[in-house]
């Protein structure tokens, strides 16, 4: 499920092709502006359950009995009026989790996505009719290999040791650096947990597989496997982006 979100008309003799552009349920967050919320919930996650029952139940999002992960220990949360996604976003930021909505409308807020199989497990170095134009690309944009929580007056920082001496071995000292800056965490536990948690989302080089199909059956947030023999890969990516096309 989603949003239609853009209508285009093209007119060729007496034919008319319709092109639709639909978005998931996340922009309902974004078109939504929250007024006066607070919490006085001590965790994220109880944060977010209220925010959940304050602006998203009456949109015709739900939630499962998992959907909020507890997070770090927040003194009390109070907003001035920001947009759903911002204050989703703010919220998340705390325990270096992510918020999404699923297709069938049901709210999480997690230290991982839920990922399932997708059943693509597709080989570089074999040719196949299903997968066509496909392409691997890698960058050290977002790349860290240690990761600062600064709080009130308090800060800790995750390291990866064995990432620091790999990149070391490419270049100068190998040290990647991330710092994360909220005054909501009251504690070097707390900030211990959301630097780790940051570090463990960014401490790989991140990389964007494409290709096209005929086939069916990748569904958003499910995994593709990909192999490349001569490069010596093989490794998971998570499907982010889907586009269909006639």
């Known amino acids: 499920g989603g949003i239609i979100t853009s ?3 093209g007119y060729y003799g007496s034919a008319v092709r319709i092109n639709v552009v639909c978005e998931g349920y996340e922009q309902i967050c974004r078109r939504r502006v929250v007024s006066g919320f607070s919490s006085s919930k001590t965790t994220a996650g109880g ?5 959940y029952s304050y602006a998203l139940a009456d949109e015709g999002i739900t939630r499962a009995a998992d959907s909020f992960d507890s997070g770090v220990s927040v ?7 920001s947009r759903l996604c911002d204050l989703l ?3 998340a930021a705390t325990s270096g989790m992510k918020w999404w909505i699923t297709p069938s409308m049901v709210v999480y807020m997690r230290s991982e996505i839920n990922v399932g199989e997708s059943g693509f497990y597709i080989n ?3 040719t196949s009719d299903k997968v066509r134009n496909l392409t691997l690309s890698k960058t050290l944009s977002g790349y860290r290999n240690s990761h600062t929580a600064v ?3 308090v800060w800790t920082t995750a390291r990866t040791p064995s990432e620091e ?3 070391a071995a490419l270049f100068g000292t190998g040290k990647y650096g ?3 800056v909220n005054k909501r965490l009251e504690n070097a536990v707390a900030c211990g947990i959301a630097a780790s948690s940051v570090l463990g989302a960014h401490n790989t080089e991140p990389g964007t597989l494409r290709f096209d199909t005929a086939r069916g059956g990748a569904v958003l947030y499910s995994r593709v496997w990909f192999r490349d023999v001569g490069e010596n890969l093989y490794l998971p990516y998570v499907v982010k982006e889907i586009k269909s096309c006639n």
């Open 7 to 9: 209508l285009g008309y």
């Open 47 to 51: 944060i977010a359950s209220d925010l």
């Open 151 to 153: 709080g009130n007056n």
């Open 75 to 81: 003194s009390g949360y109070s907003s001035e009026p």
């Open 124 to 126: 570089a170095n074999t």
């Open 178 to 180: 991330g710092i994360t």
């Open 89 to 91: 976003d703010d919220i």
């Open 165 to 167: 001496s790999r990149m």
